[in-house]
């Protein structure tokens, strides 16, 4: 069945750039997706990319997919202390399979 | 991006009761809703899928005479958790699916049995 690996921990030193790595294995997959989660709350779509798209920006965040590889990255520029959340990678082809999620943790 | 409701964020009932959980899409038609869960520490897992006015389809492993799911309108869906248990306590998600490429959740509702 359908498979998306993340790391689960990532410390970053703020103001530098945090990468946070996803592997899929669904080569079906149209959409994928990049969620931001913060303790308690919901999930909040930051951005997503089609699967024909190498590479998308928006503002601090910029999504790198390698379809060959099946490997979805987000790197987030400068990061801040609001950044801190569990980052959860998507892929959708009917429906929406996420990762475990990677806890991004900002060190001062 | 699109609005959605669910209801109540948090809940704490008693073992052997039955929760009603409502997702509302406020600003959109859903013709679809999904429902995941999710247990501590863990990723969200779909439970099942409902189109308006059908019965709900769901994944395996989840029960569906104990997850109640109505999907009633194009607006709204409802799971209910009937005779929940603690081992049913986790926190549930609608996404209400518009057909768009965007996927939007509801903020989720957390629920403790005790």
């Keep these: 069945g359908e498979d998306v690996e993340q790391s689960l921990f990532l410390s970053v030193r703020e103001g530098d750039s945090s990468v946070i790595n996803c592997t899929y294995t669904d080569s079906s997959s149209t959409y994928l997706y990049w969620y931001k989660q913060e ?7 930051l951005t997503y990319i089609f699967s024909n798209m190498d590479m998308k920006q928006d503002q601090r965040l910029t999504v ?4 060959k590889d099946k490997h979805l990255s987000l ?7 609001g ?3 569990i980052y959860f990678c998507a892929e ?13 943790h900002i060190l001062p | 991006g699109a609005v959605v409701s669910q209801h ?12 009603k959980i409502e997702c509302r899409s406020l600003d959109f038609q859903a013709t679809t809703m999904f429902w995941y869960r999710q247990f501590p520490k863990q990723s969200l897992m779909l439970m099942a ?5 059908s019965k709900a389809t769901y994944e395996q492993g989840v029960e569906k005479d104990k997850f109640l799911i109505n999907h009633a309108s194009l607006t709204l869906s409802t799971l209910t958790v009937t005779s929940a248990h603690p081992e049913d306590s986790s926190f549930y998600i609608c996404r209400p699916d518009r057909g768009g490429t965007e996927a939007f ?3 989720g509702t957390r629920l403790t049995v005790v």
């Excluded at chain 1, 303790?39 to 779509?45: E, F, I, M, S």
């Design chain 1, 39 to 45: 303790p308690g709350a919901g999930l909040q779509l």
């Design chain 1, 64 to 67: 790198l997919l390698n379809k």
């Design chain 1, 75 to 81: 790197r987030i520029a400068d990061t801040q202390t």
């Design chain 1, 83 to 85: 950044d801190s959340a």
């Design chain 1, 92 to 104: 959708r082809d009917d429906k929406i399979i996420f990762g475990k999620g990677t806890r991004l």
């Design chain 2, 8 to 19: 109540p964020s948090w809940v704490i009932c008693k073992s052997g009761t039955s929760v």
């Design chain 2, 49 to 53: 899928t409902s189109n308006e006015g």
């Design chain 2, 105 to 107: 959740f509801g903020q």
